[in-house]
């Protein structure tokens, strides 16, 4: 056998063995994949300076997803308000785990490609003028995996952030477990994934969902019809028996980019 065969066949097994050996995230599968269950997540919403998010989004389309993924960070989520008020871009990304969040995205951050990407969408000015940043974990008893809209579906997405008093975050996430979702889809609201944020200030975790709904007229009607319903009435009062659980709710609601994996 010729010495450069030999080469090429051990090439292409040593190539075979690192395949079998890396990590699911070097190469990120998509959604659907019940690893996410496992990752740490990051929200992150850019406030864009004005006239500036359609070269952000650009960016992103262009530049960024395929250069996060070279780094092995996954693309979840993509999304814009649909208050035309709101020149934010929302979006969420998956890691392996807490401590391979910063080494990746420092690596993606440091890119020469990425660098030169940013040069050059900020010729005529920064883009961003301030970023939100949450890292969470899923919920394994609220969430199974995040799955993707199938066929053309239209659809938007509802953010929703709890604020719960000291000590009553377990009680929410019975609540829900029990009882809510059921009812969310009795009333024609989709599931979509539950995460509890991991503060980095040491204060208390919030429960952070989304839902999705045909539009927004059908989203507040179907919410309109759920806090009617005796079966929630009910639930929510007994969960509340020795005070209340919620102290404050926020509640966005965006529409997917096209290139969004989760639309």
């Not at 990752?39 to 997803?65: G, M, Q, S, V």
């Not at 939100?132 to 969430?143: K, R, Y």
Request: proline fraction near 6%; hydrophobic fraction near 35%.
């Amino acid at each position: 056998m010729k010495p450069s065969l030999i080469v090429l066949m051990l090439l292409g097994l040593s190539l075979t063995i690192a395949a079998q050996k890396a990590d699911p995230f070097d190469k990120p599968k998509g959604l659907n994949g019940k690893e996410l269950g496992k990752a740490y997540f990051e929200l992150r919403t850019y406030h864009c300076n004005e006239n500036k998010r359609p070269d952000l989004i650009r960016r992103f389309e262009d530049h960024t997803l395929r250069l996060l993924e070279r780094h092995g960070i996954t693309n979840v989520a993509y999304f814009i308000p649909t208050d035309p008020n709101n020149n934010s871009l929302t979006f969420v990304l998956a890691y392996p785990d807490k401590a391979s969040r910063d080494v990746r995205w420092n690596n993606f951050a440091n890119d020469p490609e990425w660098k030169d990407a940013a040069k050059k969408s900020e010729a005529n000015g920064k883009l961003v003028a301030r970023v939100d940043q949450t890292f969470m974990n899923m919920v394994p008893e609220l969430s199974s995996e995040i799955k993707k809209s199938k066929g053309n579906q239209e659809r938007i997405f509802e953010l929703r952030t709890y604020h719960c008093p000291p000590g009553k975050l377990e009680n929410l996430k019975t609540r829900f477990r029990d009882h809510t979702r059921k009812l969310f889809e009795k009333h024609g609201m989709t599931n979509v994934v539950y995460w509890h944020t991991v503060p980095q200030d040491g204060s208390q975790p919030k429960l952070v969902y989304l839902l999705a709904h045909k539009n927004e007229e059908a989203a507040k009607a179907s919410f309109d019809a759920f806090r009617k319903d005796p079966d929630w009435v009910k639930v929510r009062d007994a969960s509340e028996a020795n005070g209340k659980i919620v102290e404050k709710v926020e509640s966005v609601y965006l529409t997917p980019l096209d290139f969004s994996p989760l639309k």
